[in-house]
């Protein structure tokens, strides 16, 4: 998997620039050679899709045979491709093609300015070892609560929180796990100084509005900034309009242009 990885590197457009061989689980090869790479696998009912390609043209046709093979071997209903670029997606609506969700980077160029103060009514701590499943509740109670958002396995938190420099971080109200966050620090050898990337925040939905989303950001800057973050970056679907005047009045900062566009369709 490796190799192929390395070899979509090479192309001008690919899903595969942030992906490595641990994320990829039981992949089906549909194409593999000069002119473009695409394989599939398959998550909870649908196909994900990843690609790489230097044309448009090439990557259409592909993605025809790619589907055509999905239809033919599996029994798939949806299907999902990420980091479509912009001018694909006319073509991609006319095969029935949706955007399913574009994250937006936001950024704080400066910690040092960002003062907050976390309730002292709020018990914020590390997760435990017992509390994958719990939190992996959490995240999936809040499925489409923001477009494209499906939620987190136990899996999958317990490979964030073991990796190196990750955490995450649970709320707590009268003894009850009501939230949770995932921070990353990045960027150690960079000029610019150390990045804290909040992940991912949920609360369950019965305890939204109560500010517990904005303790959990305020308590994870804190820990990135006394960790020696400079820097804090997040991505946002651009249609969470709620969660996006928070970050905006934290003060995380929009960057220009689209963001990572994703689109999905279902076949039957």
């Not at 509390?131 to 959490?138: A, G, H, T």
């Not at 990337?197 to 939905?205: G, Q, S, T, Y």
């Not at 517990?212 to 969470?240: E, T």
Request: aromatic share 12%.
């Amino acid at each position: 998997m490796n190799t192929i990885i390395d070899k979509a590197n090479h192309f001008k457009y690919s899903s595969l620039e942030y992906v490595d061989s641990d994320d990829i689980r039981a992949p089906i090869i549909c194409i593999n050679n000069d002119e473009s790479i695409f394989f599939y696998c398959k998550e909870e009912g649908k196909a994900k899709i990843y690609w790489a390609v230097n044309l448009k043209d090439i990557f259409l046709r592909g993605l025809d045979k790619t589907i055509d093979i999905i239809t033919k071997g599996d029994s798939i209903r949806n299907i999902v491709l990420e980091f479509i670029p912009e001018d694909y997606i006319p073509d991609m609506e006319k095969q029935g093609f949706t955007i399913i969700s574009e994250w937006i980077d936001y950024w704080i160029d400066s910690l040092v300015e960002v003062k907050l103060k976390q309730s002292d009514s709020l018990i914020i701590r590390r997760i435990r070892e017992d509390e994958y499943q719990l939190v992996s509740d959490i995240t999936i109670s809040c499925r489409n609560y923001s477009r494209g958002f499906m939620g987190e396995t136990p899996e999958w938190m317990r490979e964030w929180n073991e990796s190196e420099n990750s955490n995450i971080f649970v709320a707590e109200i009268n003894g009850e796990t009501v939230g949770m966050c995932c921070v990353n620090l990045y960027g150690f050898d960079s000029e610019k100084g150390i990045v804290l990337w909040l992940r991912e925040i949920a609360v369950k939905p019965n305890y939204h509005s109560q500010r517990i989303g904005l303790n959990l950001m305020a308590y994870a800057i804190n820990w990135g900034k006394s960790q020696g973050a400079v820097r804090s970056f997040l991505a946002c679907d651009a249609q969470n309009e709620k969660a996006i005047k928070l970050y905006e009045r934290i003060g995380y900062v929009r960057m220009t242009g689209r963001g990572q566009i994703n689109m999905g369709k279902t076949l039957y």
